[in-house]
């Protein structure tokens, strides 16, 4: 069982920053692929950015502006996001998978949800 706790959302105006930080309960996180998904009013939930130690990808929208990072001494993901827009405005989740994944079904847990509003 893995528990996930995220923090760091708020309002920002466009073109500013934020770290958004994802915190794991258990013994076993360093085992698993996280990611980040979002979702903004009437929209599907979507992939943002997802790790496993080899591998870190990101959806094309945040490319460039998004850094995904993990600690795993820490049980702790962080997503920078830079140059923000208000089309960034969504509840971000964190989640946890057993294999790395840009599809929100493979994974198992899930945070609560922090969110993220961008003005223009």
């Known amino acids: 069982q893995v528990q996930l706790v995220e923090s760091g959302g708020g309002l920002v105006q466009a073109g500013g920053s934020l770290r958004l930080s994802c915190a794991a309960s258990g013994r076993t996180f360093r085992s698993y692929a996280m990611g980040w998904f979002r979702q903004a009013p009437g929209k599907e939930r979507e992939f943002v950015a997802a790790i496993v130690p080899a591998i870190t990808g990101y959806t094309d929208s945040v490319k460039g502006r998004f850094t995904l990072s993990r600690d795993d001494a820490k049980n702790t993901v962080y997503l920078q996001m830079n140059s923000l827009k208000p089309e960034d405005t969504a509840v971000y989740y964190c989640?946890?998978?057993?294999?790395?994944?840009?599809?929100?079904?493979?994974?198992?847990?899930w945070g609560q949800g922090t969110q993220v509003t961008v003005s223009s």
């Open positions: 989640a946890a998978a057993k294999v790395y994944s840009m599809v929100a079904r493979a994974y198992d847990y």
